[in-house]
Structure formats: structure tokens, C-alpha cells
């Protein structure tokens, strides 16, 4: 029977790591993850779990000992948010070039500057193109079971890439919530043992991890990198399907909110679905054919299924809560578009900058969204791309 | 058992030959020595920053390396190995590895990447104390760059950051004492050792690093012909004179101790040193003596100090 509880996002994740037993954890602290590493260590304190516990000194070394343990053939993870996923960067890039399915969890937070501690997704944004996978959740349990996913995901034979588990600071890492929560012994079933093919502690088969490479192979490693990534979709598929059977839950690419009939959408990430989903209902309610999509798998990121799901729907809004600086669009925005240009012609799109440093996205803000699009639906006019959302200007 | 170099000579080779590093250089040199000190049976996790070792030894697809190896970045063989550290306890713990035969892990970094860029990785995995020894080849510059400042380099020394010119005559500061700042993180055992004569320091001391338990450091002195400007041929005869100067002297310090392993009966004026080096060319013009003044008084005041710590004063 699953376990009937109320958690926090970062209490939630914390209970998944314990669950997972990881062989290794190198964590620093940056609000709003700081939980994580400090429940974590208490489990160690305590002999719950027989992970390492690594008190590294920053970010950066969090980064480079959790590469050094996965490449010696360590299980290993680890959590950060906003600053220190920007401290992370480098080593980011040579996690997944190195193949090490480290799993990470990031409690989104903006990134400085100016410094400040509220949610938005500028850290892990800036992170897209990292070579790391990239799921988002919108609850406590999506986290949680994201982040149970994600070691598989990580660990497959065709992926062998490194895993972010993201969701909202405060909002989801803060607030307690109900979840329910999977059995230890199925938790670890589910993931199985970490058994890697080469390691640096194999004495008997000793490997060389990181070498310089030039013109003669680097391109060829680099594609055979981006191999890995295609190659994601179908596994994270896979192990949804079989954590379904495991439990019930249904995840995908992403989530479909009454999009059957959907004439406007819009597709956005994280906690702000679930107040979309509420004025998604009060429209439908009134007899408008609003519908939602919300984002769990933006790395690899969805082109075909997506531009399916959006194929039939007259106006989309898509939301980032995170801007570019291109003085064009948002990160989720240019991919959308990009997604749809040559595959579905004729559908408006226009962008929202919403949500920047924690600014509260109220229901009346969502509704707002809404009857923009209507009122292009009915002029068949955008009178602007590139919008913000809820700021004074 | 005393050492003999011809005996250990006789071990089969860790660190191979037909990588790139230049003739005449020390750190290839201090990285053989080095894993010379392992017993045969021990397996090694060796990392290196990014550095003239790193980028010369593992050229895709060869390596030199026969025990296991990694490098990722610059600034973290430090975190790094610390990190493969944490894997094996944590492995070992869950009956993962073999329970016989032991690893041991042994980080290398040029002055680049121990003093400068990498001193906060280093002095974290230090105070944490992993099981490692961590290894700096202290060459005094940026070399694989092609030979910038470090806070290693010494003063005056002419280098493509801090050139001798008509103003200013090479660096302007004096070397940090990483060292000391090492000796003062009271790890169990820090020791400053050249790779000279038979390589019997250099040997013993690695040995002792390899096998205290604990986060040890080696700090040796790895002359780089290309930045030094020596004839290549000269290598073991500049290390000889940096130890004889007392610019580099041999100590080691276990658990707070020191002891100064190696005391000149004539100490050499630094002019012996500094000659064969065309670094320090310049301060040999007329009307720059008071350079080669200043760096013997420093040289002297240091090696005071070391001897007072050592209790010999």
C-alpha cells in the first residue's frame, strides 16, 4: 500500500533520496534547496541510509565530486538552485559529456542579478543546453516522482546522461502538501542496483575519464552525445510506463489539459499550471474552449508530440518564467515556435514574461492571457509577440 | 627497508613513456616518482587538473596512465578526486568493490591549478579529510598557457603576464607559501620536496603521503625549461641549486611537526640559481643588484622561519 503523507517539495525530494540510497551525495547550500542536504545529512547522521555524505565547499566542487564519484562508479546526486547551478556551469557541460547520469535536483529560483530568493526559472533555463535532461514538476508528488524517474532515465544504457529534476522555489520546495508516497523496498526494486559498464574503482579494468580532444574527435564524441539525448524521449517514456504500473500515476512529455477541443492554450511549466487549471475550468464553465499544456520533459524537448497536441488550436500563449535578453522571446516560447514553423502552419502565437523574482501569477493574471487570445481569435490580429506579464511599466 | 633506486627502478612502470610533456621538464618526472611509491599491488585513482600534465598524457585515445584516471576541469582535481574518494568508501561500505587490495587516490595540479584557481577546491577537500594525496608540480607559472604569472612565481621573475620592462622588472610580488598555508590546515602529513640526486625525498615523502590516512599534501618543485629558460639537460642541476639556495627548502610536517629534512652545510648565494635561468636575466644588468639584494634577504628571512618552526632557532 502506498504511504499517505504531508510534505514539503524539498521534504518530499529528500524521502525519495533516502528511498534511492544513493551511493554518494555532494551538496552545498543555497535557499530555497538548502532542505535537501540538510534532511539528507540527517538521514546519514541517523543510519538511514549509507550514502557519503560530501560537505563540499561551493557549488562548483558539488558539481566536480559528484562527476569524480559517478565516473569511480558511484550512484550519486545532488540539489542547488539559481547562483549555484551558475557556479555549476562549467561543470555541467563535462558531467554530460562524460556520460554520468547524476541525478540533481533544482529548486528554481531567480538568478542574481539583482540577488534575490523567490522562484522563477532563469537558473535552470540557462542550464537547457547543457546536455542534461530536464524535467519539470508542478507538485510536491511530481517532484517526488520525477525525481524516483529520473534516476532510471538517467542510468539507461541508451541515455547514460545526467538528470535535472526541476520544480518551484517556495512554492512547491516550501509548501506542504499531500503525496503519496511508494514503499522503500518498491522504490528501490523500481530503480534497481547502479551497475556501470567502466569505473575508475574497477581495479581490475582500470579507464581514463575526461582526455583532451581535438579536431580528429571531439565532433564525433559530441554527436554521439547528442545520440544519447534523442534516444531520451523513448526511455523517459518507457520508464513512465512503468512507473505507472508501479503506482497509478500517468507522466509523459508533458501534461494535456483539456486540450481535445482547445481553440486557445496556453503551455507553461511548473507550479503556475495548477492556477491555470483553475481558470481553465471557470472558462469552461462559460463555454470557452480553453485548454493547457504543461511542460514536464523540455530536454529533450518534444517537437513532433507537442506541435500534434497545439496542431489544432487557433491562439497559444506560451509562458516563460524566464526571459532571454534576445529582445525577441523566452527560452519556451522560441522553442514552441520553432517547433511549429514548417509542421502546423497558420496557429497565432504570442509570448508572456511572467513571474520574474517571485512576483505572485494571480488566477485574474492567467485570465488575462486568456482573453488576449480570444481577442485575437476574433481580429485574427497580434498586436504584440512579446509581452510581460504582471509588471509595472 | 632503505631505499635503492635501482630497486625500485625495477617496478613496472605506472606512468609510461611516449606522452608529450617537454625534455627537460620536471613534472613528468615528480608524476613517475610519485606512483614509483605505491606498493605494486595497490590500485590508484590518479586525477589531474587541467594543465601541461593533463593535456599531454591523455591525448583521445591514448593514455599514459596505467591505473585509473580522470580529469574534468582547471580549478577541482581536488573535489574531483575527492569525490571518487567518497564513491569507493561508500562502495567498499556496500560490499560493491573487493574486500582485498587497496586504492588510493592522488590528485596532481600545476601552481595554476593548487595555488591560484583551484586553492578553494584544494583547502575544501583537504579540511574534509579524504583519503588522498594531493600532489602540486609547482612550476611558478601558467606554462601550459605559455608562461603567465601565478602567485607562485617568484619575485622578479619575467613572464608573458608580469615581462621585465623598461618600468617594471618582472613580478612585482613575492611566492605565496602554500606549504605553510597547507601545513596550517593541520592535515597529518604536508611535506615540500624536489625531484634530486636519487629521487630518495622525493620517494620517501610521497610514500609517507600515499600511506598516512588521512588528506596528505606534496608540494614539489617541478622545473619548466621552457618558462625557466634553461638548457634542457639542466634539470636535475637547477632542482640541486633551488634546495642548496634554500629558495626551495625540503621539510615535511606531520600533525603540526615540522621538520626541515635537508640543511645546506654552505648554503649558495641565489645568484647560482638564478644564473642558469633566463627568467632572471634582467637582474643581472648593471644597476639591479639590489634585486638579487632583496630576494637573498627574503630567501634568508624565509629559511630563518622555517628553522624556528622547526625548532632549530
Known amino acids: 500500500m502506498a504511504i499517505r503523507d504531508r510534505l514539503s517539495g524539498n521534504e518530499a525530494v529528500a524521502v525519495a533520496m533516502k528511498q534511492v540510497n544513493p551511493d554518494v551525495v555532494a551538496a552545498f547550500p543555497i535557499t530555497p534547496s538548502t532542505e535537501i542536504p540538510q534532511y539528507f545529512s540527517s538521514f546519514v547522521a541517523d543510519g538511514k541510509v549509507d550514502t557519503e555524505f560530501v560537505p563540499v565547499e561551493s557549488e562548483h566542487s558539488a558539481m566536480s565530486a559528484c562527476i569524480g564519484a559517478q565516473a569511480a562508479g558511484a550512484r550519486t546526486m545532488t540539489a542547488t538552485s539559481a547562483n549555484g547551478l551558475a557556479l555549476m556551469w562549467e561543470m555541467l557541460y563535462i558531467a554530460a559529456s562524460c556520460k554520468l547520469p547524476i541525478a540533481l535536483s533544482v529548486v528554481n529560483r531567480a538568478l542574481s542579478g539583482p540577488i534575490n530568493i523567490h522562484n522563477d526559472h532563469s537558473d535552470s533555463m540557462g542550464a537547457r543546453d547543457s546536455g542534461w535532461v530536464q524535467l519539470y514538476g508542478e507538485t510536491n508528488q511530481e517532484a517526488y516522482d520525477n525525481l524516483i524517474q529520473a534516476v532510471k532515465i538517467g542510468e539507461h544504457p541508451d541515455v547514460l546522461l545526467p538528470v535535472m529534476n526541476c520544480y518551484d522555489g517556495f512554492i512547491t520546495s516550501h509548501a506542504v502538501e499531500n503525496i503519496e508516497l511508494i514503499e522503500d523496498e518498491k522504490v528501490k526494486a523500481f530503480v534497481g542496483d547502479y551497475k556501470p559498464e567502466h569505473y575508475l574503482n574497477d581495479k581490475e579494468n582500470p579507464i581514463a575519464v575526461g582526455p583532451l580532444d581535438l579536431q580528429n574527435h571531439y565532433f564525433e564524441h559530441k554527436r554521439q552525445q547528442a545520440e544519447s539525448m534523442m534516444k531520451a524521449k523513448k526511455v523517459i517514456l518507457e520508464v513512465a510506463e512503468e512507473f505507472e504500473k508501479l503506482t497509478g500515476r500517468k507522466y509523459g512529455l508533458f501534461e494535456e489539459y483539456k486540450m481535445e477541443d482547445a481553440e486557445v492554450a496556453i503551455v507553461v511549466i511548473n507550479s503556475t499550471a495548477g492556477t491555470a487549471k483553475y481558470v481553465v475550468d471557470q472558462l469552461r464553465e462559460k463555454g470557452v474552449k480553453a485548454g493547457l499544456i504543461k511542460i514536464r520533459v523540455y530536454r529533450p524537448f518534444p517537437v513532433d508530440e507537442i506541435t500534434a497536441a497545439l496542431s489544432k488550436c487557433k491562439a497559444i500563449a506560451v509562458m516563460d518564467k524566464a526571459d532571454s535578453f534576445n529582445a525577441a522571446g523566452g527560452p519556451l516560447f522560441t522553442d514552441i515556435t520553432s517547433a511549429l514553423y514548417g509542421r502546423v502552419d497558420g496557429i497565432k502565437v504570442i509570448n508572456y514574461i511572467y513571474g520574474l523574482g517571485g512576483r505572485d501569477v494571480r488566477t485574474d493574471d492567467i485570465a488575462f492571457v486568456y482573453d488576449a487570445l480570444l481577442e485575437i481569435v476574433k481580429t485574427g490580429e497580434i498586436k504584440s509577440v512579446y509581452n510581460y506579464l504582471g509588471v509595472r511599466e | 627497508m632503505a631505499y635503492n633506486l635501482k630497486q625500485e627502478a625495477k617496478k613496472p612502470e605506472r606512468f609510461t613513456g611516449g606522452h608529450r610533456m617537454c625534455a627537460g621538464c620536471g613534472a613528468p618526472v615528480v608524476s613517475r616518482t610519485v606512483l614509483r611509491a605505491l606498493k605494486p599491488e595497490d590500485h590508484a585513482v590518479v586525477g589531474a587538473a587541467t594543465g601541461c600534465m593533463e593535456v599531454s598524457t591523455f591525448l583521445y585515445p591514448y593514455t599514459a596512465w596505467k591505473d585509473s584516471f580522470i580529469h574534468s576541469a582547471f580549478e577541482n582535481v581536488a573535489a574531483t578526486i575527492s569525490g571518487a574518494e567518497a564513491a569507493y568508501v561508500a562502495m567498499k561500505?556496500?560490499?560493491?568493490?573487493?574486500?582485498?587490495?587497496?586504492?588510493?587516490?592522488?590528485?596532481?595540479?600545476?601552481?595554476?591549478?593548487?595555488?591560484?584557481?583551484?586553492?578553494?577546491?584544494?583547502?575544501?577537500?583537504?579540511?574534509?579529510?579524504?583519503?588522498?594525496?594531493?600532489?602540486?608540480?609547482?612550476?611558478?607559472?601558467?606554462?601550459?598557457?605559455?608562461?603567465?604569472?601565478?602567485?607562485?612565481?617568484?619575485?622578479?621573475?619575467?613572464?608573458?603576464?608580469?615581462?621585465?620592462?623598461?618600468?617594471?622588472?618582472?613580478?612585482?610580488?613575492?611566492?605565496?607559501?602554500?606549504?605553510?598555508?597547507?601545513?596550517?590546515h593541520r592535515l597529518p602529513y604536508v611535506a615540500q620536496t624536489a625531484p634530486i640526486g636519487n629521487f630518495r625525498d622525493l620517494h620517501q615523502k610521497a610514500e609517507k603521503a600515499l600511506y598516512t590516512k588521512g588528506a596528505c599534501f606534496l608540494n614539489v618543485l617541478a622545473p619548466c625549461p621552457r618558462g625557466w629558460r634553461y638548457d634542457t639537460p639542466k634539470l636535475m642541476d637547477i632542482s640541486k641549486l633551488a634546495v642548496e639556495t634554500c629558495i626551495w627548502p625540503l621539510y615535511e610536517v606531520e600533525n603540526g611537526k615540522v621538520t626541515v629534512n635537508y640543511k645546506p652545510k654552505n648554503k649558495l648565494p641565489v645568484e647560482e640559481y638564478l644564473k642558469p635561468q633566463g627568467r632572471f636575466r634582467h637582474l643581472f644588468k648593471k644597476g639591479n643588484e639590489h634585486m638579487i639584494a632583496e630576494i637573498q634577504a627574503e630567501i634568508d628571512s624565509r629559511w630563518e622561519e622555517l628553522l624556528m618552526l622547526a625548532g632549530e632557532k
Open chain 2, 93 to 184: 561500505r556496500k560490499g560493491k568493490l573487493p574486500a582485498d587490495g587497496e586504492t588510493k587516490f592522488i590528485a596532481f595540479g600545476g601552481d595554476g591549478g593548487t595555488y591560484d584557481i583551484g586553492l578553494q577546491s584544494l583547502s575544501g577537500a583537504m579540511e574534509r579529510g579524504h583519503d588522498m594525496v594531493y600532489v602540486c608540480y609547482d612550476n611558478g607559472a601558467y606554462m601550459n598557457t605559455g608562461i603567465q604569472r601565478s602567485s607562485a612565481t617568484p619575485k622578479y621573475a619575467d613572464t608573458t603576464t608580469s615581462p621585465a620592462g623598461s618600468v617594471i622588472p618582472g613580478k612585482s610580488q613575492y611566492r605565496k607559501d602554500l606549504t605553510l598555508i597547507m601545513a596550517n
